[in-house]
């Protein structure tokens, strides 16, 4: 069973509007989330991260919340930028560097 | 520093035949995992090493499935016999180690195709 889900398999977006992609986790135990974005035949790169301690963290145009109480997680972009379409890949992990568990991966596509 | 290396980037087999992966870790890294991407499955880990030493393969999805990391600079991970279920994109991903909250890196993949 999926510990990490998002559950939307695609996004469109207009080009300078807000993108908001979606992460919910059962697992109640992790305590670090991270957000990784994947072009097509590269790895995945990291992106955005934040502590169970935090409920938000901000590194530019990209915003990560935290919902520690829903088990969810979002991330924000604003604004977006063509250069932005990519697979996104919500991931978490227990403390002590255990291995990520990701979700299965939301492709946003900015439109000009 | 280089990244994450894996070779090949491309294998294509025929089924029943060995297939072999490679990776080299980010010097200094003591964590190093095996991802598989699949459409249905999306990043599924397959085993990882702390320090060399495999902690958890329960990802390994059969017997024909081994990996091996001899030395901290280098891993393998085999698959002998291949089948046409196991075409995917495997990635190899390294981190600082224990303790660390941090990120993994990884490397740009080698896909498998099975026929």
């Known amino acids: 069973d999926q510990q990490v889900k998002q559950n939307s398999p695609s996004l469109s977006v207009q080009e300078g509007r807000i993108s908001i992609l979606n992460c919910d986790y059962t697992n109640s135990m992790f305590d670090y989330f991270l957000w990784y974005k994947k072009y097509p035949a590269e790895g995945p790169t990291f992106l955005i991260s934040i502590s169970s301690i935090k409920d938000k963290n901000e590194d530019g145009r990209f915003t990560v919340f935290l919902n520690k109480s829903a088990k969810h997680l979002s991330l924000h972009i604003v604004p977006s930028q063509p250069g932005d379409s990519a697979v996104y890949f919500c991931?978490?992990?227990?403390?002590?560097?255990?291995?990520?568990?990701f979700g299965k991966g939301t492709r946003l596509s900015v439109i000009a | 520093d280089a990244g994450v290396i894996q070779s090949p980037r491309h294998e294509v087999t025929e089924m029943g035949q060995e297939v072999t992966l490679r990776c080299k870790p980010i010097?200094?890294?003591?964590?190093l995992f095996w991802y598989r991407q699949t459409m249905m499955r999306g990043l599924e880990l397959l085993i990882y090493?702390?320090?060399?030493?495999?902690?958890?393969d329960s990802g390994m999805p059969e017997d024909r499935f081994s990996a091996k990391m001899p030395n901290a600079s280098f891993s393998t991970l085999k698959i002998q016999p291949s089948e046409p279920r196991d075409s995917a994109v495997y990635f190899c991903?390294?981190?600082?180690?224990?303790?660390?909250?941090?990120?993994?890196?990884f490397g740009q993949g080698t896909r498998l195709t099975v026929v």
């Open positions: 991931a978490a992990s227990f403390s002590g560097n255990t291995p990520l568990v």
């Open positions: 090493f702390n320090n060399n030493v495999p902690i958890d």
């Open positions: 010097s200094g890294h003591n964590s």
């Open positions: 991903a390294s981190s600082p180690g224990q303790g660390a909250d941090t990120e993994a890196f």
